[in-house]
């Protein structure tokens, strides 16, 4: 790091401190809008980031090619630290819905102009290095994040949210007076003419999904892991926050260390983060020689599973457990997805593949939402169950689109 540009030094900095505070607030999101508004509302509400947040990250990247990083990076980190305000405000709750909303927008445009800076500033050879020096100082705020927040999100959040107005304004003052634009020149007349064919690319990735049987079996049983996933930041909050009492967690002597419900889930997003910090590049090494079917297949129901059998008890000890095999399961999932991708897609296509891929998020982003509507209606075991029904469903569709295409390389042979 002593050889790094001074740029990618400033914003590890200052997007490790970032990072650090937005875990803090994120994961209490939905306990916080469902208080405000309800489950239903705020089911609801939750589903416009993601459709919002598609045009935004294509609008990033364009910005990030046409205006250039610095101008783009510095756009972002204004729209976010003018949100922040007007959150810390608390003027009413509709005002702090849009002010996340819009926090969430400016986040998605800087974040395109922060990677392409990153292979603007680095070689080939040393960019896997720096990438995962700065997904390493993420997951420190994932670890950190949740356990801080879990105390001054609703004791203090006024104070939290202003910290992160400040702190997202100097790093904004920092921008503007170190780095500098490192995005080669482009010719305006064809920068002119992306901003059509961002629309047209992403509709050809639509495409592929239909086109392509196997493929579109994967993305399906994809959108329905990640939506899953996506329970982590979305139920399991409100689950945990509504279901598990104040506790014991250490007792030595007269001295007794308790949590409540909204304590405990902070704790379990804090271990999840460690796990990944922890064993991301240790458990893709074990399960190097593992077909991509049976990781696949394993990986969603752990964490089905695991997710559904937390609605049977109030232990902290059995949820911090029960997070951990969810936490792995999650982890040996998401490298082997990619891998997935960039071995079956055909070398002509593969950025067209790779980017009906990362459709899947944005779908599971728009439907992941559903469960905090039906919390409102349903039990939480009925909720967990067809979490988990969904799971079961996505490794049956692992598996048929595994035979189907093992019995077309057959037939090509």
């Not at 702190?167 to 500098?180: D, M, Q």
Request: positive net charge.
């Amino acid at each position: 790091m002593r050889t790094w540009d001074l740029n990618l030094k400033v914003r590890l900095i200052g997007e490790t401190l970032f990072n650090l505070l937005f875990w803090m607030y994120y994961p209490f999101l939905t306990i916080y809008f469902s208080n405000n508004f309800g489950k239903t509302i705020t089911g609801f509400l939750m589903i416009i980031p993601p459709i919002v947040g598609i045009i935004a990250n294509l609008f990033g990247g364009y910005l990030s090619d046409t205006l250039g990083r610095r101008k783009t990076m510095l756009i972002g980190t204004a729209i976010q630290a003018i949100m922040f305000t007007m959150f810390a405000l608390n003027l009413s709750d509709w005002i702090n819905f849009t002010a996340y909303l819009l926090i969430n927008v400016g986040r998605t445009i800087y974040y395109p102009a922060s990677s392409a800076m990153v292979a603007d500033l680095t070689q080939e050879k040393d960019r896997r290095e720096v990438f995962a020096v700065f997904l390493t100082a993420f997951n420190v705020g994932a670890v950190l994040g949740p356990l801080f927040g879990s105390l001054f999100f609703f004791h203090y959040r006024s104070g939290l949210l202003w910290t992160c107005s400040i702190v997202v304004f100097l790093y904004f003052c920092a921008i503007f007076k170190l780095i500098r634009e490192s995005a080669p020149r482009l010719d305006k007349s064809e920068s002119v003419k992306s901003l059509g064919l961002l629309f047209k690319s992403q509709f050809r990735n639509y495409q592929v999904i239909f086109l392509d049987k196997i493929f579109a079996m994967f993305i399906i049983a994809g959108i329905i892991v990640i939506s899953a996933f996506r329970q982590e930041n979305l139920y399991l909050p409100i689950f945990i926050s509504e279901h598990v009492p104040y506790q014991a967690l250490f007792s030595w002597r007269s001295w007794t260390f308790r949590l409540n419900g909204i304590g405990i889930f902070g704790w379990m997003m804090g271990l999840s983060g460690l796990i990944f910090v922890l064993f991301v590049i240790p458990v893709t090494k074990w399960f190097k020689n593992i077909s991509d079917q049976k990781i696949l297949i394993v990986s969603t129901g752990l964490f089905g599973f695991s997710l559904f059998f937390m609605a049977f008890t109030t232990n902290a000890w059995i949820l911090f457990l029960l997070m951990v095999v969810m936490s792995f399961g999650e982890l040996i999932q998401s490298p082997v997805s990619d891998s997935f991708v960039s071995k079956y897609a055909p070398s002509d296509k593969r950025g067209q593949y790779m980017g009906a891929a990362t459709l899947q998020n944005s779908i599971a982003n728009f439907f992941a939402p559903m469960t905090i509507v039906m919390s409102g209606y349903m039990s939480a075991v009925a909720v967990l169950s067809i979490v988990l029904i969904s799971t079961l469903v996505s490794c049956a569709l692992y598996k048929l689109l595994f035979q189907i295409k093992k019995n077309g390389t057959t037939s090509q042979k």
